[in-house]
């Protein structure tokens, strides 16, 4: 795709190989993050969103696997390297933050040890200049006091805290990029917050891009450059944060978008979309969102939309063909 | 309350609840190693009233005490303090009274630990039919069962499947219609749609304000999250290590929030309306429940916090120089007027950098 790209991917599939049959769960996405870009990834459980950052880092748990598609770092294809080749650039060149920051430290160990095994793993460091190193991450990442806190394991710790290690381990190796799976979600508000505007910061003063994979529209809203919105495996819409979410093209987003509570606007009910999200078993033929769409015709059950230019945004819906031809 | 001086019974009233746990290490341990008895107080002096056909929001941050009020108010914990009144009578443990405690019914977060996965949804739905009135099964029930599923909006047929083939937002449903079996007046909700997706809340937050048109319900409506607590609540409570700081009707609390606390939350919440603004962010996090700072618990983090802070334990009070019915607030500053006029929502007081705390660092974005 774009030449000037850190992240493409192209024609991402994964699938799920069982008794009955194969199931897909990422069907043909296509995405792009340039450098310093926070891209948001969203959709509801199910989505595939998950399991397309988990496909870039390489680590798509088997049985599960990459069944087409190509995943280019800096244009060097990196979802083919072989399970070592890609450890290295897992830490290296790709940081990650996921949900729950207690699963993501070793209880056992503190959190210095931790920092300095990141930073030696992957920096040709002397063991005090990553020591040095660790502390200044700690620093930066808003922990006072790092001296102390060095030797402290995961436990002394609050969730907030804890969240904030896990960024500074994802940074040790000022990683070009960070895919950050539902990084506030086991957090308050008031530290959700906290968190946000760190990962922000820290953003803007490396360069360093996002894919940043949440449910909540809110923490896009507030966070992202651009936004992906993802229906059963595929790309529904992408386009710049405040397009997507203002002026959406495709009735999932749309119907999405109103379905959200918010505190700015006075709303008697709430847009409903009816039904759910279909099972990996059963995904509709045609465009996947058929059966809820209250705009579906004939086209829409026969054919599955790729994402066509729509507004400001990209919309894989054939509305968008037909207001055009209209 | 000022809401209530017409002089209406409310139909719940808490006065003075709380709730303490003794979390104390064994009596050994105490011995040996000197520790000191330790009592965590989840809810320390909770007072307010719901009136009939009111929707009663309870937000804050884990660990503030929300849960625990719930589960006080339907009995499934005993009051350390207080009373709990229901329709006027106490129903607080030493006096049962079976009668209201049939009037009220729960609504659980996780739809997946709260329904059997051995029974048949139409058991779980008639459980609370059969229980009050002996084990009579038959065509009565049946029908009534069939009544509740099609209210929520599942099918007849639904009856005769297990929990395990429905989805969260589906499950939620058979929770509301279990709840709503024994025609209660009262719901206790705890979070019902946390663990549900964006457009299954919607679903599940359109059909409880169509419940509640339709039956007369009164709820007590528990969440973490202001957004769905603004869209369903007429009034909310804010509350902060197991005190409540404000209590106010909602378009008043969130468009002139007064607690420094409440003020914070509200900055904090990320919101579709806020794409690209720039946001402050808030220092501090929720003090361990069981060394509670001393005076107003939220002093640490407060902007505005002077000496009575750190001394005083704020009451709740009506808000000085509001029209009646303006709601109240525990705080300090707001009764003596330090704090700038009520700020509009957005307009953040959190600008000024608390160097030397633990986080800090107050970004602009």
Redesign the interface.
């Known amino acids: 795709m774009t030449g000037g790209a850190l992240l493409a991917v192209e024609g991402l599939r994964v699938e799920f190989p069982t008794r009955q049959g194969t199931l897909v769960a990422v069907d043909g996405v296509s995405l792009t993050i340039a450098p310093g870009e926070v891209l948001g990834v969203v959709g509801?459980?199910g989505a595939g969103k998950s399991l397309t950052g988990a496909a870039v880092i390489g680590l798509i748990d088997p049985p599960g696997r990459i069944g087409a598609g190509e995943v280019r770092l800096d244009g060097r294809r990196i979802d083919n390297l072989p399970p070592e080749a890609l450890r290295r650039i897992r830490g290296r060149e790709i940081g990650a933050v996921f949900q729950d920051p207690l699963t993501s430290l070793n209880p056992l160990y503190t959190i210095g040890r931790q920092l300095v095994e990141t930073i030696t793993t992957h920096l040709d460091l002397t063991p005090a200049a990553a020591r040095a190193r660790a502390l200044e991450l700690l620093g930066e990442v808003?922990?006072?006091a790092p001296k102390r806190r060095f030797n402290h394991y995961p436990h002394q710790f609050?969730g907030?805290?804890r969240q904030?290690v896990v960024i500074a381990l994802a940074l040790a190796a000022k990683p070009k990029l960070i895919i950050a799976d539902e990084p506030t979600t086991a957090l308050?508000?008031?530290?959700?917050?906290?968190i946000?505007?760190?990962l922000?910061?820290l953003c803007r003063d490396h360069g360093t891009a996002v894919m940043l994979i949440t449910?909540?529209?809110?923490?896009i809203?507030?966070t992202a450059d651009r936004v992906a919105v993802m229906y059963a495996g595929r790309i529904v819409e992408v386009g710049p944060?405040?397009d997507v979410?203002?002026r959406p093209q495709h009735p999932y987003t749309r119907?999405?978008?109103?379905?959200?509570?918010?505190?700015?606007?006075?709303?008697e009910?709430?847009?409903?979309?009816?039904g759910?999200?279909p099972r990996l078993t059963a995904i509709p033929g045609g465009c996947a969102f058929h059966p809820r769409c209250p705009h579906a015709f004939d086209r829409c059950r026969r054919d599955r939309p790729e994402l066509m230019a729509a507004g400001a945004t990209r919309a894989a819906c054939w509305l968008v063909l037909r207001q055009a031809a209209a | 309350m000022s809401d209530f001086a017409a002089g209406a019974t409310p139909l719940v009233e808490l006065i003075d609840v709380a709730r303490h746990f003794d979390v104390s290490p064994p009596w050994l341990n105490r011995v040996l190693e000197r520790k000191p008895r330790a009592l965590l107080k989840a809810v320390d002096g909770v007072s307010f009233a719901i009136a009939k056909g009111e929707t009663l929001g309870l937000v804050g941050?884990?660990g503030c005490g929300k849960s625990t009020v719930a589960r006080l108010i339907v009995g499934l914990y005993r009051p350390t303090r207080g009373e709990i009144r229901y329709a006027g009578r106490r129903i607080d443990a030493n006096t049962a009274n079976p009668a209201a405690r049939r009037n009220m019914q729960m609504i659980f977060q996780d739809p997946y630990a709260s329904l059997n996965p051995r029974w048949r949804v139409v058991d779980i739905v008639a459980e609370p039919l059969r229980a009050g009135r002996g084990d009579e099964r038959g065509p009565a029930i049946e029908a009534r069962v069939a009544s509740l599923l099609e209210q929520v909006g599942l099918a007849r047929a639904d009856g005769s499947k297990f929990p395990h083939q429905f989805?969260g937002?589906?499950r939620q449903r058979i929770s509301i219609a279990r709840a709503l079996a024994g025609n209660p007046a009262f719901l206790v909700c705890d979070e019902p749609t946390s663990a549900l997706?964006?457009?299954?809340?919607?679903?599940v937050?359109?059909l409880m304000?169509r419940l509640q048109r339709e039956l007369d319900l009164t709820y007590l409506f528990i969440s973490?999250?202001?957004?769905?607590v603004?869209?369903?609540a007429n009034r909310v409570g804010v509350m902060y290590l197991g005190r409540i700081v404000e209590l106010a009707p909602t378009?008043r609390l969130?468009a002139r929030p007064q607690h420094p606390y409440t003020r914070?939350?509200?900055?904090?919440?990320?919101?579709?309306?806020?794409?690209?603004?720039p946001?402050t962010?808030?220092?501090?996090?929720?003090p361990n429940p069981l060394e509670p700072p001393s005076g107003c618990t939220f002093h640490p983090r407060c902007p505005y916090a002077a000496e009575r802070c750190r001394r005083e334990v704020p009451l709740l009070k009506p808000v000085p120089h509001a029209p009646l019915g303006a709601g109240e607030v525990a705080c300090h500053a707001v009764e003596e007027g330090r704090i700038p006029a009520a700020a509009k929502?957005g307009d953040s007081i959190w600008r000024r950098p608390q160097t030397?705390?633990?986080?800090?660092?107050v970004?602009r974005?």
């Open positions: 509801e459980s808003g922990i006072t609050s907030g805290m904030r308050d508000v008031s530290i959700q917050a906290q946000i505007s760190l922000k910061g449910h909540d529209m809110g923490v809203a507030e944060v405040a979410i203002h119907g999405l978008m109103g379905s959200i509570p918010t505190i700015a606007a006075e709303r009910a709430l847009e409903q979309i009816d759910t999200m | 941050e884990s989805s937002g589906q997706d964006v457009s299954v809340q919607a679903q937050l359109n304000r973490h999250n202001l957004a769905v603004h869209h369903i378009q969130f914070m939350l509200l900055d904090a919440v990320p919101d579709l309306a806020h794409t690209g603004k946001r962010a808030v220092a501090g996090e929720v929502t030397g705390s633990e986080s800090g660092r970004d974005l």
